[in-house]
C-alpha cells in the first residue's frame, strides 16, 4: 500500500534559521514520483517539485534543496535563510503505477510558522 | 503559463442540495481529477478521468458523487445531496499524462450549512 508520512505536524522558527521538513513514504512499485507543495493562508496549492524514483540527484533551486534518499524511502525538503513569507503549510505527496492515472496520495502536512 | 480554472472560489449551499463544481482544465491535458481537503486536514485523492470515463476512486466518491466532462473543455463534480461533512476545499487538476504536468485549480470552498 502506498503511504506518505510527515511526522511533524508544526515547526516554529526564527527567520534566518534553516528548517527541514521530512517526509517518508512507502510503495512497492520501482517507479513512481515524489512531490512537494506549498498550501499557504490563501488556500491553493503551489507545486514546488516533482522528483522520478530514477533520479536521486539532490535538488536545489534557491533557498529550497530536496534531499531524495531512496534506501531510507525519504524526501526531506530543507529552506535555508527561512523568511516569513514561507509560513505555510507544507505536503509532501506520492503518485506510483499503482495509482495509475497518476493520482496523488498526500502526507498530513507539516505547518510552518517563521516568526520574524 | 497555463492554468486550471475552478468556479465559484466559494460556495455555501444547505444541506440536501445537489451542487455542481465547476474546473476548466489545461487545454492540452488528458487527465482530469478531483481532490478533497475538509479544513485542516490532508489532501484526498477523490476520483480521476480519462478518455471520458473514470479511471479511479476513492472510498469518498461514493454514490452522491458524480463527474461529467460535459463539452469537451469543462470538467464538473456534482454532489447529488450535500451533507454537512461534505464540507471542504475541492481540488480540481489535470496531467498531460499521469505523471506529468500536473496542475492544480486554485479550489473551490464548499460551506454546507
Known amino acids: 500500500a502506498q503511504k506518505v508520512t510527515q511526522a511533524q505536524t508544526e515547526i516554529s522558527v526564527v527567520e534566518k534559521e534553516d528548517v527541514t521538513l521530512d517526509c517518508v513514504y512507502e510503495?512497492?512499485?520501482?517507479?513512481?514520483?515524489l512531490f512537494w507543495y506549498k498550501q499557504p493562508p490563501s488556500g491553493e496549492l503551489v507545486f514546488l517539485i516533482r522528483r522520478n524514483s530514477f533520479d536521486e540527484q539532490n535538488e536545489i533551486s534557491g533557498r529550497y534543496s530536496w534531499n531524495f534518499q531512496k534506501s531510507t524511502s525519504s524526501f526531506n525538503f530543507t529552506i535555508t535563510a527561512s523568511q516569513v513569507v514561507d509560513s505555510a503549510v507544507y505536503f509532501c505527496a506520492l503518485s506510483d503505477q499503482g495509482g495509475s492515472q497518476g493520482n496523488l496520495i498526500f502526507g498530513k502536512g507539516t505547518k510552518l510558522s517563521v516568526k520574524p | 503559463e497555463p492554468e486550471v480554472t475552478q468556479t465559484p472560489s466559494h460556495q455555501v449551499t444547505q444541506m440536501g442540495q445537489e451542487v455542481i463544481l465547476r474546473c476548466v482544465p489545461i487545454?492540452?491535458?488528458?487527465?482530469f481529477y478531483w481532490y478533497r481537503q475538509i479544513l485542516g486536514q490532508k489532501v484526498e485523492f477523490l476520483v480521476s478521468f480519462y478518455n471520458n470515463e473514470i479511471s479511479e476512486k476513492s472510498e469518498i466518491f461514493d454514490d452522491q458523487f458524480s463527474v461529467e466532462r460535459p463539452d469537451g473543455s469543462n470538467f464538473t463534480l456534482k454532489i447529488r445531496s450535500t451533507k454537512l461533512e461534505d464540507s471542504a476545499m475541492y481540488f480540481c487538476?489535470?496531467?498531460?499524462?499521469?505523471?506529468?504536468?500536473?496542475?492544480f485549480g486554485s479550489g473551490t470552498r464548499l460551506t454546507v450549512v
Open positions: 487545454s492540452n491535458h488528458l487527465y
Open positions: 510503495t512497492r512499485d520501482t517507479t513512481y514520483y
Open positions: 487538476a489535470s496531467s498531460e499524462t499521469g505523471f506529468f504536468g500536473y496542475t
